[in-house]
């Protein structure tokens, strides 16, 4: 068994995912969703500890608890404080990874970017963008702005991530406040090569622009993390204007990718999985 951790997880596109990924590589296994509240959270950790798990996938609103749960981190969940995927090991203890700021990564570099020695923009500070900005960081980018209509909240990640010990040094970190849709906001449009767009924006089409595209150069590559709408109007409006764009779905299934590898030290086929998500929507 595999599971997934969340509150509410009806809704989530992974056990379709992970259960056409591990019927493709024949796999004696199965992803399951088990929706637990936080007060319970404890109690299924210590279930997948014991019972017959493989591991488990944890979403939210779970993944800072799950972290304190654990025996071990790797690098990427003990930077990021959360964690997205648990492996037992065969002594029965656990290992909490983070998939979430692989996944951006991968999926941008899939289609073609460059994130080593270029300047990234994220766009929102939350959990999403933090995780982002430790996958930028990793892979080795020069220049990294968190950019969110709350700057103490962008300035907060850029405090954590550029004083830690565990990422590579020489980043030029910046936390911009988010006016306008960016037109106001003071940074150097020309100069961002891969901007990933990590808020919620855009989930509602009555909720406007996270950013003006016009903002950005010819040659930017974009992520937009949304999948529900898989075409956002930011999307949309990047694709028009020409430029090279990353849509969530690609960011869904390279987080899962990342975490089936975790689980079975075996690469899953892509291509099954992505069939599998765009069926689903």
Same mark, same amino acid.
Request: proline share 4%; hydrophobic share 45%.
């Given at each position: 068994?595999?599971?997934?951790?969340?509150?509410?997880?009806?809704?989530?596109?992974?056990?379709?995912?992970?259960?056409?990924?591990?019927?493709?590589?024949?796999?004696? =296994?199965?992803?399951? +969703? /088990?929706?637990?509240?936080? %007060?319970?959270?404890?109690? $299924? @950790?210590?279930?997948?500890?014991?019972?017959?798990?493989?591991?488990?996938?944890?979403?939210?609103?779970?993944?800072?608890?799950?972290?304190?749960?654990?025996?071990?981190?790797?690098?990427?969940?003990?930077?990021?404080?959360?964690?997205?995927?648990?492996?037992?090991?065969?002594?029965?203890?656990?290992?909490?990874?983070?998939?979430?700021?692989?996944?951006?990564?991968?999926?941008?570099?899939?289609?073609?970017?460059?994130?080593?020695?270029?300047?990234?923009?994220?766009?929102?500070?939350?959990?999403?963008?933090?995780?982002?900005?430790?996958?930028?960081?990793?892979?080795?980018?020069?220049?990294?702005?968190?950019?969110?209509?709350?700057?103490?909240?962008?300035? =907060?990640?850029?405090? +954590? /991530?550029?004083?830690?010990? %565990?990422?590579?040094?020489? $980043? @030029?970190?910046?936390?911009?406040?988010?006016?306008?849709?960016?037109?106001?906001?003071?940074?150097?449009?020309?100069?961002?090569?891969?901007?990933?767009?990590?808020?919620?924006?855009?989930?509602?089409?009555?909720?406007?622009?996270?950013?003006?595209?016009?903002?950005?150069?010819?040659?930017?590559?974009?992520?937009?993390?949304?999948?529900?709408?898989?075409?956002?109007?930011?999307?949309?409006?990047?694709?028009?204007?020409?430029?090279?764009?990353?849509?969530?779905?690609?960011?869904?299934?390279?987080?899962?990718?990342?975490?089936?590898?975790?689980?079975?030290?075996?690469?899953?086929?892509?291509?099954?999985?992505?069939?599998?998500?765009?069926?689903?929507?």
């Amino acid at each position: 068994m595999v599971g997934l951790l969340g509150w509410p997880v009806s809704h989530s596109l992974s056990p379709l995912m992970q259960n056409a990924a591990l019927q493709a590589a024949g796999i004696d =296994a199965r992803y399951v +969703a /088990l929706p637990v509240r936080p %007060e319970g959270i404890e109690e $299924i @950790v210590h279930q997948i500890r014991s019972g017959n798990y493989v591991g488990s996938n944890v979403t939210i609103p779970h993944k800072v608890a799950v972290a304190g749960l654990m025996d071990r981190l790797t690098r990427e969940a003990n930077i990021c404080g959360a964690v997205n995927t648990i492996r037992v090991e065969k002594d029965r203890t656990l290992t909490g990874h983070n998939t979430d700021c692989l996944g951006a990564i991968r999926a941008v570099e899939s289609d073609g970017a460059t994130v080593k020695g270029k300047n990234c923009l994220i766009i929102g500070a939350g959990g999403a963008g933090r995780g982002v900005a430790v996958g930028c960081a990793l892979a080795g980018a020069k220049r990294i702005t968190i950019l969110n209509r709350t700057l103490h909240n962008a300035n =907060a990640i850029v405090h +954590a /991530l550029e004083s830690s010990a %565990e990422l590579p040094r020489g $980043i @030029v970190w910046e936390a911009v406040e988010l006016f306008e849709q960016g037109r106001s906001s003071n940074v150097d449009w020309n100069g961002v090569d891969v901007a990933f767009q990590v808020t919620r924006v855009g989930m509602d089409s009555s909720q406007g622009l996270p950013l003006d595209p016009a903002l950005l150069p010819p040659h930017c590559h974009v992520l937009e993390s949304i999948y529900a709408p898989l075409e956002t109007e930011f999307l949309f409006r990047c694709r028009a204007k020409g430029l090279r764009t990353s849509d969530g779905l690609s960011m869904l299934l390279e987080q899962g990718a990342a975490s089936f590898e975790f689980w079975f030290d075996v690469k899953p086929d892509r291509s099954v999985m992505r069939k599998a998500l765009d069926s689903a929507l």
